[in-house]
């Protein structure tokens, strides 16, 4: 009963639709329910569905009826649009023909009128034509009337012209006669006040010689105390009172005895100093034969940690030599960032990283930067890029390595020069100045087309021949969407914008620019040797490596700065030496010069500058309420202040100073550019810049290789740029910069005879004193 039950109701429920389904058993059915009739009353599933089926078939059946309808409907509907379209378009065309005919009745009616206006207005003037004819017949004989007037009074006022013309001439020589007298006049007056300044100076050096003092050696004698010992005569010789104050006689033996002592004990110990160097040379050599053959290298590098003259123990070799550095110590001299005792771990750092690191710090550091900043600005930033202090020193160690590793590129170079205090930090805008000036100037000239301007003057036009002209068809075709420049067009512009560069350093200028433009042609980035891309010119690589020219543009800029430099701490030793002065180096760093003496070199230096920009150098200069300062500190002041440079290193020229500079170097020469077809133009391999391809595979001459150790050193050594700074207080120190720059390019034997035309020669002759200059 449990299992059949259950299938029973079930059953029941599956086919009866109104079966309760809620009971719980079979037994709570009376007996009346489950009689064959009651069972007869039920519905059935299928008779619900029988009933769903047959409602669908007759909607289904009505559905077809009226679509049937309406089809038919549809297509008697369309038969009466299109006979109702037919019609309108016929009317349309009706309307239209109407329209055009009532136009064309109301145009012939409009050129009817217009004809009967246009016959009176011709009928007017006609009339007004014979009125006018008759006055200009009046008016030509009134004219000519004039006209014979008017030769009569041209004729007497050439007269009077001609008679004016012969006294201005009169006039005109002796005006030219008067002033060749004035100039001699003047130039005599010169002579004259010349030898007027000069005689209070004879007066005295004939009052100097004539003295006894110089007789006896009194003056000799100050000479050797103030230039040789530093100090004044009466310190040096230990006196109480002043030699001027002592008998003239007694004081200057005693002076001189004094002298003579002091110069014997110099000597003396001289001597002694030179006998304990030998004895502690000997003990040296003693104890050295006491170390170990497995300490013998660590010896070495302390034997060349204490010789200055030792190259190999300073040198650095590679960024992938991994030795560790020697610290510079804790001491107050050595910059915050590189403190530090015992030995700093070596880390690699390439070279597009550093110049990162660089571009960062310029981009960073304060506008008005000064030398003084330069090392506190760094340290911050070293510490802000790596906040651990052990990164960071490493980095530091490895910053200032890289600097010297990487000096043949002109930012590694700047960098250490602004870091060392030579030169002020402002010059790197003064560069980036000069470069955007000199790529506009080129532009420019591509725009104006200033090398076919050049050639249309100087030579004519070609005929049957493809040339490489500005403006041409072939440099169009070369040329197409890109800005391209040629050799010579360049050329005038670096002549235009550096006029007062010297012949050697223009020539150098002309060797990058062919070394530049034979490795873009060399590479596949020009068209012709002649040729260049005018982005390829000032474009960089991933390190940081630009083309030769513009290195050389910024090499030269940095020398002529250093130089400048040299000149002004010349002249204020010289100032404050006197007229006998001889430069002995860093030993006159003690002489002191006057406020009134520096105005005076910076105006002759600077002679076009504004008195108050010369006042704000001034005030730089000398503190207040200062009388004098050592030269030493004066020119430490300029340098660590202000970019001191040349007041027309390089000038803002424009295209007619280049068309000017293209006429003078001649017509341009007819180079083909080789068409699709044709043969192509050898390139040359690439064994780097300066060198033939056939001299690729010779040995390097021991002059131009690498200096390598001979052995591995255990550490290696930087030096302090703080402590680098005072050695540029003496022009010395500053040309010695210049000579530790990279060599200029040095070009193959066929390079150079191929610029022999190109290079500027000395001039031929001089020009006389008082000629104008360009």
């Known amino acids: 009963r449990n299992v059949l039950e259950p299938l029973v109701q079930e059953v029941l429920e599956s086919i009866f639709r109104d079966w309760p389904s809620l009971l719980s058993s079979l037994q709570d059915l009376k007996d009346g329910e489950v009689t064959p009739e009651r069972l007869g009353q039920l519905t059935t599933h299928a008779q619900v569905v029988q009933g769903y089926k047959a409602n669908a078939e007759t909607?289904?059946?009505?559905?077809?009826?009226?679509?049937?309808?309406?089809?038919?409907?549809?297509?008697?509907?369309?038969?009466?649009?299109?006979?109702?379209?037919?019609?309108?378009?016929?009317?349309?065309?009706?309307?239209?023909?109407?329209?055009?005919?009532?136009?064309?009745?109301?145009?012939?009616?409009?050129?009817?009128?217009?004809?009967?206006?246009?016959?009176?207005?011709?009928?007017?003037?006609?009339?007004?034509?014979?009125?006018?004819?008759?006055?200009?017949?009046?008016?030509?004989?009134?004219?000519?009337?004039?006209?014979?007037?008017?030769?009569?009074?041209?004729?007497?006022?050439?007269d009077i012209i001609q008679d004016f013309r012969n006294q201005n001439t009169i006039v005109t020589s002796r005006k030219q006669e008067l002033e060749d007298e004035l100039i001699l006049l003047k130039r005599n007056y010169e002579i004259k006040e010349q030898e007027v300044e000069l005689l209070p100076k004879l007066r005295e050096r004939l009052e100097y010689y004539d003295n006894d003092e110089a007789i006896q050696g009194i003056a000799f004698a100050r000479r050797i105390?103030?230039?040789?010992?530093?100090?004044?005569?009466?310190?040096?010789?230990?006196?109480?009172?002043?030699?001027?104050?002592?008998?003239?006689?007694?004081?200057?033996?005693?002076v001189l005895d004094s002298v003579l002592n002091r110069l014997r004990g110099f000597n003396m110990e001289m001597e002694g100093l030179k006998k304990q160097a030998k004895k502690l040379r000997l003990e040296l050599h003693d104890v050295r034969q006491l170390v170990p053959v497995w300490n013998e290298q660590t010896m070495q590098?302390?034997?060349?940690?204490?010789?200055?003259?030792?190259?190999?123990?300073?040198?650095?070799?590679?960024?992938?030599?991994?030795?560790?550095?020697?610290?510079?110590?804790?001491?107050?001299?050595?910059?915050?960032?590189?403190?530090?005792?015992?030995?700093?771990?070596?880390?690699?750092?390439?070279?597009?990283?550093?110049?990162?690191?660089?571009?960062?710090?310029?981009?960073?550091?304060?506008?008005?930067?000064?030398?003084?900043?330069?090392?506190?600005?760094?340290?911050?930033?070293?510490?802000?890029?790596?906040?651990?202090?052990?990164?960071?020193?490493?980095f530091a160690y490895a910053f200032i390595c890289s600097l010297e590793a990487y000096r043949d590129d002109?930012?590694?170079?700047?960098?250490?020069?602004?870091?060392?205090?030579?030169?002020?930090?402002?010059?790197?805008?003064?560069?980036?100045?000069?470069?955007?000036?000199?790529?506009?100037?080129?532009?420019?000239?591509?725009?104006g087309q200033v090398d076919a301007q050049a050639a249309e003057k100087t030579a004519p036009a070609s005929t049957g021949r493809q040339t490489l002209t500005r403006g041409g068809p072939a440099?169009?075709?070369?040329?197409?969407?890109?800005?391209?420049?040629?050799?010579?067009?360049?050329?005038?512009?670096?002549?235009?914008?550096?006029?007062?560069?010297?012949?050697?350093?223009?020539?150098?200028?002309?060797?990058?620019?062919?070394?530049?433009?034979?490795?873009?042609?060399?590479?596949?980035?020009?068209?012709?040797?002649?040729?260049?891309?005018?982005?390829?010119?000032?474009?960089?690589?991933?390190?940081?490596?630009?083309?030769?020219?513009?290195?050389?543009?910024?090499?030269?800029?940095?020398h002529e700065v250093l130089e400048h430099t040299a000149d002004l701490a010349r002249r204020f030793r010289k100032t404050a030496g006197g007229e006998h002065y001889v430069d002995v180096g860093a030993r006159d760093n003690w002489m002191l010069i006057s406020p009134e003496a520096v105005r005076h070199i910076l105006r002759e230096l600077y002679p076009s500058m504004p008195e108050k920009d010369l006042l704000a150098m001034m005030e730089l200069t000398f503190p207040p309420d200062s009388e004098e300062l050592q030269v030493n500190e004066v020119l430490q002041n300029l340098r660590h202040n202000m970019l001191l440079k040349r007041e027309r290193c390089w000038v803002r020229a424009s295209t007619k100073t280049v068309v000017d500079e293209l006429l003078k170097l001649g017509p341009p020469k007819n180079l083909d550019i080789p068409d699709a077809g044709g043969p192509p133009i050898r390139r040359r391999s690439s064994v780097g810049p300066g060198r033939d391809s056939t001299k690729a595979t010779e040995e390097v001459p021991e002059d131009e290789a690498a200096f390598q150790p001979r052995r591995v050193r255990a550490v290696k050594v930087i030096d302090n740029p703080s402590a680098r700074a005072e050695t540029y207080d003496t022009p010395q120190g500053l040309e010695k910069e210049i000579q530790r720059s990279p060599p200029r390019l040095n070009l193959s034997v066929d390079d150079e005879e191929a610029l022999k035309d190109e290079l500027i020669g000395p001039p031929q002759e001089e020009k006389e004193p008082g000629a104008e200059t360009g």
Do not use: W
Not at 69 to 89: F, N
Not at 414 to 434: K, N, T
């Open 225 to 254: 105390a103030s230039e040789v010992f530093g100090m004044t005569i009466e310190k040096f010789c230990s006196l109480e009172v002043a030699v001027s104050k002592m008998d003239t006689s007694k004081g200057t033996k005693f």
């Open 475 to 558: 440099m169009a075709k070369a040329a197409g969407a890109r800005e391209q420049v040629t050799r010579r067009v360049v050329r005038s512009v670096l002549q235009a914008m550096f006029p007062e560069k010297s012949i050697e350093r223009h020539n150098s200028l002309i060797r990058a620019l062919h070394v530049t433009l034979q490795m873009l042609f060399d590479s596949g980035k020009s068209p012709h040797p002649e040729l260049a891309f005018i982005s390829d010119l000032f474009a960089a690589t991933a390190d940081g490596t630009q083309s030769p020219l513009i290195e050389e543009l910024r090499r030269q800029q940095v």
């Open 59 to 158: 909607a289904r059946k009505k559905a077809e009826l009226a679509e049937e309808k309406s089809t038919a409907e549809s297509a008697a509907a369309s038969t009466h649009k299109r006979m109702y379209e037919e019609i309108r378009v016929k009317l349309h065309f009706v309307q239209a023909e109407l329209e055009e005919a009532k136009q064309k009745s109301k145009m012939d009616a409009r050129r009817a009128d217009d004809a009967e206006e246009a016959y009176e207005r011709f009928k007017e003037q006609t009339r007004l034509a014979l009125n006018d004819y008759t006055d200009m017949q009046y008016r030509e004989q009134t004219t000519r009337s004039d006209l014979r007037k008017m030769m009569v009074d041209i004729k007497d006022k050439d």
């Open 410 to 447: 002109p930012d590694f170079e700047l960098f250490d020069l602004m870091l060392c205090g030579a030169v002020h930090p402002s010059i790197r805008q003064e560069q980036e100045e000069l470069l955007k000036e000199v790529q506009t100037l080129i532009r420019n000239c591509h725009e």
């Open 301 to 394: 590098d302390l034997m060349e940690a204490y010789d200055e003259d030792s190259v190999v123990h300073h040198q650095v070799f590679s960024m992938q030599d991994r030795r560790n550095f020697a610290a510079l110590g804790t001491h107050h001299s050595v910059p915050t960032y590189l403190r530090a005792e015992g030995f700093v771990r070596h880390i690699y750092i390439s070279k597009a990283e550093v110049e990162e690191f660089m571009d960062s710090f310029h981009a960073e550091a304060p506008p008005d930067l000064t030398s003084d900043q330069m090392h506190m600005e760094l340290h911050n930033h070293i510490q802000k890029t790596y906040p651990e202090p052990e990164k960071a020193l490493e």
